[in-house]
């Protein structure tokens, strides 16, 4: 079993940087693939960034964030990050960590965060 906690979610302007935190406890997250999802109001929820359990921890961007934010793992600390720059107003939304895979398919993935809210004022 695995408790996902998100932190670090906020308010800031268009063009600045926030950074998203994913304690796990249970189980260590060098064990499982790690990704973020968001949801905006009266949207679907969708694949963020991800990460993979192995030694290289291989990621993969959806295309709207790709180049903007950095997913990064810090295995001592159980820990997933998501380094977010370049905030645009769309980017505004409950972000949400998960575990269990390294896919863009969130029914792939077994353990789900409680979200953090982040809104980018324009």
């Known amino acids: 079993q695995v408790q996902l906690v998100e932190s670090g979610g906020g308010l800031v302007q268009a063009g600045g940087s926030l950074r998203l935190s994913c304690a796990a406890a249970?189980?260590?997250?060098?064990?499982?693939?790690m990704g973020w999802f968001r949801q905006a109001p009266g949207k679907e929820r969708e694949f963020v960034a991800a990460?993979?359990?192995?030694?290289?921890?291989?990621?993969q961007y959806a295309d709207s964030v790709k180049g903007r934010f950095t997913i990064s793992r810090d295995t001592a600390k159980n820990t997933v990050y998501l380094q977010m720059n370049s905030l645009k107003p769309e980017d505004t939304a409950v972000y949400y960590c998960?575990?269990?895979?390294?896919?863009?398919?969130?029914?792939?993935?077994?353990?789900w965060g409680q979200g953090t809210q982040v809104t980018v004022s324009s």
């Open positions: 998960a575990a269990g895979s390294s896919s863009y398919r969130q029914e792939e993935y077994d353990y």
């Open positions: 249970g189980r260590t997250v060098n064990k499982y693939g």
């Open positions: 990460i993979s359990w192995s030694f290289l921890g291989t990621t």
